[in-house]
């Protein structure tokens, strides 16, 4: 069965370090997405990607990046983790050209401390 | 930006019908009305989602206001395992942009 993970489900980073969240598909979806989740802030949008090689920044990027080499992946990079970036981060995909919505995966809960 | 109001939170007793509520006064004729709803510790889930006519599905239906600026989910009878945050999210080109959703507690 096609299937959206995410790696680690847990991780705990020390202030300044760069920290790598994977993201996987099976779903062959060409639609990318990468948000974040705060108590009392719902989903925010952070980078999406509608195929490889397009990335865009979302509503909350700075601190953020991500590339796109294949259909499958798209990792998330935190370039020197703050404490702010405190969060649990869900990956989504889509189809492209329809209206039927993402799949997420479980989840990234990341501690910076 | 969420583009959609929600109340912050709702109670139901189990096995009666829950209708939440979402205005969405800035619609515009493109954006698809979709709802999702989380469990605790889990990602975001489909539930329904619909553009003008009402939708049924296994899960819920969707009621569609006439001018579509907003818009009912209807849980027809509520157990447990619904109890969850429910979004109501307009779809805008490809990308969604969520709100703080309401809490749904179920009470047994």
């Known amino acids: 069965d096609a299937e959206i993970t995410q790696s680690p489900r847990h991780k705990i980073t020390e202030t300044g370090r760069q920290v790598t969240l994977a993201c996987h598909q099976t779903w062959n979806h060409n639609n990318m997405f990468w948000y974040r989740q705060d108590l009392g802030h719902g989903l925010r949008l952070i980078h999406y990607?509608?195929?490889?090689?397009?990335?865009n920044k979302g509503e909350v990027s700075d601190g953020y990046s991500v590339s796109r080499s294949n259909t499958e992946d798209l990792p998330l990079t935190l370039e020197s983790a703050a404490s702010s970036q405190t969060s649990v981060y869900f990956c989504?995909?889509?189809?492209?050209?329809?209206?039927?919505?993402?799949?997420f995966g479980s989840g990234t809960r990341l501690t910076v401390v | 930006d969420a583009k959609t109001t929600q109340p912050n939170s709702m109670e139901s007793n189990e096995e009666e019908p829950v209708h939440l509520p979402c205005n969405h006064s800035t619609i515009s004729g493109t954006d698809y009305i979709h709802w999702y709803r989380q469990l605790p510790s889990q990602g975001p889930e489909y539930v329904i989602h619909?553009?003008?006519s009402n939708v049924n599905n296994r899960m819920a239906s969707l009621a569609i206001a006439e001018d579509r600026k907003s818009s009912t989910l209807i849980l027809h009878r509520a157990t447990l395992r619904d109890a969850a945050v429910y979004y109501c999210?307009?779809?805008?080109?490809?990308?969604?942009?969520f709100g703080t959703g309401t809490s749904l507690t179920v009470i047994p």
């Open positions: 989504a995909s889509s189809e492209s050209g329809t209206p039927y919505g993402y799949t």
């Open positions: 619909g553009l003008t």
């Open positions: 999210i307009l779809l805008t080109g490809n990308q969604f942009y």
């Open positions: 990607s509608y195929g490889v090689q397009d990335t």
